[in-house]
């Protein structure tokens, strides 16, 4: 049995859930409304504010969709209660990120602004530099985990960050590798 998939998932107060017949699954909360196509084969069953996903049979198709229909599910509750947020960091010189109503402009080091509208249910957000130094917080925010996820990719995309000097666009919690330039070489 899947560690996962075997889970139960709590709904909120709240919280809607509508399973037609082909497993098109409707998730209702306070944020909004999310539908995802799950795989017919899987058995998804509400009773008592708790859904459970159960598995036809042992087989290996079955055993790898059991932990990941239940994850979808649980991705889709919290999404429609709480939402998804996902952090980036924009560091270099001359480098800035702010809003013009919805539209995120964004210097890179290119020649111009890069300008990007979001997509349904997405917003941004652009927080403050601690000091002069520091990077600058970017926030993608919605209820769909996917397309945060997606979103927050396309913009670290348009510059990410360099090995070097570690300018451009990163993820909150991503790594660098820093390298030692021509100065660190062995003679």
Do not use: C
């Amino acid at each position: 049995m899947s560690r996962i998939g075997k889970k139960p998932i709590t709904l909120p107060k709240g919280i809607t859930v509508e399973i037609s017949k082909d497993n098109l699954v409707s998730v209702k909360g306070p944020k909004g409304t999310l539908h995802q196509q799950l795989h017919p084969d899987m058995i998804i069953e509400q009773e008592s504010g708790e859904l459970t996903v159960k598995r036809p049979s042992d087989g290996k198709l079955h055993k790898s969709l059991h932990g990941l229909t239940r994850t979808l599910l649980s991705n889709m509750v919290v999404g429609v209660t709480d939402g998804w947020q996902r952090a980036l960091e924009i560091n270099g010189v001359g480098y800035r990120a702010q809003l013009e109503g919805q539209t995120l402009v964004l210097q890179l080091g290119f020649s111009h602004p890069v300008r990007i509208d979001p997509p349904k249910d997405v917003q941004y957000a652009v927080g403050e530099r601690k000091s002069a130094n520091d990077p600058l917080p970017v926030f993608v925010r919605g209820i769909d985990k996917q397309v945060v996820g997606e979103e927050a990719a396309r913009i670290r995309g348009l510059r990410p960050p360099e090995p070097y000097k570690g300018k451009g666009v990163k993820y909150l919690e991503e790594k660098v590798r820093r390298k030692a330039g021509k100065a660190g070489k062995a003679r």
